[in-house]
């Protein structure tokens, strides 16, 4: 977060929304670890259970409220940003929402985080919404997309013209399905995806996208490999 705050894009352009990673959304709900040695001794002293806050627990979930710090920051960041004629989005606009303008989509998704809507009908937990679907790369089902695609679903294509045409754009740049070799540019152009695993985790290449105009230009490097430690 304090990375993000303190980019400045150069004078004269636009400055890009940051995208609403996964993490800022799973981070929101709080997290709950189990129960260590110690609380299970002195739930069996007192003779029932006793429910003890991990050290830093009570801070995270203020932090990630929506009145928090972190939450008022992934609030006013969208899930879907338009810069010039590119839409930028995590996962990709599928054909269930491809007839919603990204404005109404975003207030969805603000709307679900601010009441921490954790159900499984939640737009933050949909794998046709806007931060899972991964539709555009893969027609897989498998635990990252577990619902089948029923028949006469629209071909990639179908539902990428779709999705543009609403919102007058002519191309989207997605993520969260990674590519390790590289940034690559398809459907003539109209989709961008820059998921390369840049992370040491993943081992993809390092990567950017620079867009002037017209004109995509992605870039790919080697990593180096690790430093080796000194004796």
Same mark, same amino acid.
């Given at each position: 977060?304090?990375?993000?705050?303190?980019?400045?894009?150069?004078?004269?352009?636009?400055?890009?929304?940051?995208?609403?990673?996964?993490?800022?959304?799973?981070?929101?709900?709080?997290?709950?670890?189990?129960?260590?040695?110690?609380?299970?001794?002195?739930?069996?002293?007192?003779?029932?259970?006793?429910?003890?806050?991990?050290?830093?627990?009570?801070?995270?979930?203020?932090?990630?409220?929506?009145?928090? +710090? =972190?939450?008022?920051?992934? *609030?006013? @960041?969208?899930?879907?940003?338009?810069?010039? #004629? %590119?839409?930028?989005?995590?996962?990709?606009?599928?054909?269930?929402?491809?007839?919603?303008?990204?404005?109404?989509?975003?207030?969805?998704?603000?709307?679900?985080?601010?009441?921490?809507?954790?159900?499984?009908?939640?737009?933050?937990?949909?794998?046709?919404?806007?931060?899972?679907?991964?539709?555009?790369?893969?027609?897989?089902?498998?635990?990252?997309?577990?619902?089948?695609?029923?028949?006469?679903?629209?071909?990639?294509?179908?539902?990428?013209?779709?999705?543009?045409?609403?919102?007058?754009?002519?191309?989207?740049?997605?993520?969260?399905?990674? +590519? =390790?070799?590289?940034?690559? *540019?398809? @459907?003539?152009?109209?989709?961008?995806?820059? #998921? %390369?695993?840049?992370?040491?985790?993943?081992?993809?290449?390092?990567?950017?996208?620079?867009?002037?105009?017209?004109?995509?230009?992605?870039?790919?490097?080697?990593?180096?490999?690790?430093?080796?430690?000194?004796?």
């Amino acid at each position: 977060m304090k990375l993000a705050d303190s980019i400045s894009a150069p004078p004269g352009a636009k400055t890009s929304p940051a995208e609403l990673a996964r993490v800022d959304v799973v981070h929101n709900f709080g997290m709950w670890t189990a129960f260590n040695h110690a609380v299970s001794r002195a739930s069996r002293l007192f003779g029932r259970p006793l429910v003890l806050a991990p050290l830093g627990m009570l801070e995270h979930q203020a932090a990630w409220s929506p009145s928090g +710090r =972190l939450g008022r920051w992934t *609030i006013g @960041n969208p899930a879907i940003a338009k810069v010039g #004629d %590119t839409i930028f989005v995590h996962g990709g606009i599928s054909v269930r929402f491809s007839a919603t303008p990204f404005q109404v989509i975003n207030r969805s998704v603000v709307a679900a985080l601010k009441a921490r809507d954790d159900s499984e009908s939640s737009i933050l937990y949909d794998p046709f919404g806007p931060l899972w679907y991964r539709g555009l790369v893969t027609r897989k089902v498998d635990a990252e997309q577990p619902n089948a695609f029923p028949v006469g679903y629209p071909s990639i294509d179908d539902e990428l013209t779709a999705a543009l045409q609403t919102n007058r754009a002519h191309r989207m740049v997605i993520a969260h399905t990674p +590519r =390790l070799a590289g940034i690559v *540019i398809s @459907n003539g152009g109209r989709l961008v995806r820059v #998921d %390369t695993g840049i992370s040491r985790y993943y081992g993809g290449k390092l990567s950017y996208l620079e867009i002037r105009g017209d004109q995509i230009m992605p870039y790919n490097f080697d990593r180096s490999p690790p430093a080796t430690p000194a004796r």
